[in-house]
């Protein structure tokens, strides 16, 4: 049974309708002068603001939330109810319409696990195949943390899984996925402004230890040379690489119809990054020879025009290499870190190194080696005592 409330209360006794001063009658009901109706009747409130109403729609019922409103550009003002139908029960209905109340709902913190989750299907698929390898690899190793929350993590948390790795790069790779999940909880303000700090800016690495990378001497190019015009086409490969500062990855993704020998260019084999892909990479003419052998190799399993060059992996490539290198009478002994003196990506750094000697302006060097920046070519170039004595007799008197 409704409650009833008198206008004339609300309203200091003045009809609502005509504005006219009323009586003043207890059991007044209707104004006297417009006939307008003087007592309102309100049903009884059984839920509080906010939390939704249902509705039956033939056999379920549907759940209609608080929703909210907005002003478009002309002023006029809309209203939003989500709504989600289905229900059996009209209990059903009115928990969802409560629980999608806009106002009243507080999002959880987030777990590391969830930020990483959204980090690895928004971002990561952007990156090269070998940064998601490694991030992915970067995270299996945050296994311990993944569960937490991010607010209740600590530097000494993130310190103490970057520990567990012993040299640079794999523990660059975690900080920044640490990062990267980090920015993503500051963004999102889904934990309502607790998370300010990107904590993985406070963690140390490891001391990077990067040893001096090993360069084919002239006298080991010669003894390559030596075995290619023995007849092993192989060896074309290994000179490929060193007299065009071919990265091992560009090798392997090169196909044949990249291959323009009566201009001495390769375009779109380059690999890493766009750039790099775009530049055209360029050999001298007594290249194109052995390019031709590369050429005449029978490819098997030939399914069109844009069979590779060299039909190998990765691995098997580098085990050959190292046979080769053996074959041309080459020492390639294994250092005390346990890894051969010469890789395949010796050749670019020959290469680098070779071009400086040549006295090559840097811009032009950059170009070669399909470089951004003049500065990422001075890991390239490996320049001894003897190459610093002949400079120095070369200034003049």
């Known amino acids: 049974m409704g409650t009833q409330c008198r206008a004339q209360e609300l309203d200091a006794m003045t009809c ?91 999002a959880p913190i987030p777990r590391l696990v969830d930020l990483w989750t959204g980090y690895r299907d928004n971002e990561l698929p952007k990156l090269s195949a070998d940064k998601q390898t490694a991030y992915k690899a970067a995270a299996r190793r945050l296994k311990p943390i993944m569960g937490r929350t991010v607010d209740s993590l600590t530097v000494d948390d993130l310190q103490a899984v970057i520990n567990t790795v012993s040299t640079y790069y794999p523990a660059r790779d975690i900080k920044t996925v640490l990062s990267h999940c980090y920015l993503r909880a500051m963004a999102s303000n889904a934990n309502r402004g607790r998370i300010t700090q990107n904590l993985s800016e406070f963690v140390t690495l490891p001391k990077l230890e990067e040893r001096e990378a090993a360069v084919f001497t002239s006298q080991e190019v010669k003894q390559l040379w030596t075995l290619y015009e023995a007849g092993d086409v192989f060896t074309g490969y290994i000179l490929l690489m060193i007299y065009t500062g071919m990265m091992p990855a560009e ?132 320049l001894g005592a003897k190459d610093l004595h002949a400079a120095a007799d070369a200034l003049p008197k």
């Not at 907005?70 to 009209?90: A, I, L, N």
């Not at 323009?260 to 690999?271: Q, W």
């Not at 360029?282 to 060059?309: H, M, Q, W």
């Not at 040549?358 to 080696?369: A, D, S, V």
């Open 16 to 106: 609502p309708k005509c504005s006219r001063p009323l009586p003043e009658l207890e059991d007044l009901l209707y104004c006297p002068f417009c006939g307008r109706k003087l007592v309102r009747e309100y049903g009884r409130r059984r839920r509080g603001n906010g939390q939704g109403t249902a509705r039956k729609r033939g056999s379920t019922w549907t759940g209609y939330a608080a929703g909210y409103s907005w002003v478009d550009e002309s002023g006029k003002r809309h209203t939003v109810r989500p709504s989600k139908g289905g229900f059996r029960t009209k209990s059903d209905a009115l928990a969802w319409a409560a629980q999608n109340n806009p106002a009243a709902q507080e």
């Open 251 to 382: 090798l392997l993704s090169c196909r044949r119809d990249q291959i323009d020998l009566d201009r001495c260019e390769i375009r779109g084999a380059g690999a890493k990054t766009a750039a790099r892909k775009a530049a055209v990479i360029v050999f001298p003419p007594y290249i194109r020879p052995v390019l031709e052998d590369l050429l005449a190799v029978e490819v098997k399993n030939c399914r069109s025009t844009g069979e590779k060059l060299l039909s190998m992996n990765k691995w098997t490539f580098y085990d050959r290499f190292r046979e080769t290198l053996s074959k041309a009478g080459i020492e390639n002994e294994k250092g005390e870190n346990g890894k051969y003196r010469l890789t395949p990506y010796a050749c670019r750094h020959t290469f680098g190194t070779e071009a400086v000697r040549q006295e090559l302006h840097p811009e032009m060097i950059k170009r070669l080696l399909r470089h951004s920046s003049t500065r990422t070519q001075e890991k390239y170039t490996h």
